[in-house]
């Protein structure tokens, strides 16, 4: 069973990250994280843009990614 947790962004507080939004910082961070990252300030931190992270997502998506 799927645990919904409600985070909010570590950097700028932005609150209840989206599925997708969690799942990627799981994705690209690690499973077992603790500080969370909105999208924006996640394309800051990884100096890209925030549509690439979306494709990336997609991607995730696409290849079948538990986590997504
Ligand atoms: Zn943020």
Redesign the pocket.
């Known amino acids: 069973m799927k645990q919904i947790e409600y985070v909010n962004?570590f950097?700028?507080g932005?609150k209840q990250l989206s599925k997708d939004e969690v799942a990627l910082n799981k994705k690209m961070i690690g499973r077992e994280i603790k500080q969370f990252?909105?999208l924006?300030?996640f394309a800051e931190y990884f100096d890209v843009t925030t549509e690439e992270l979306l494709i990336k997502i997609q991607e995730f998506k696409e290849q079948g990614c538990a986590l997504f």
């Open positions: 962004c950097s700028c932005k990252y909105c924006k300030c």
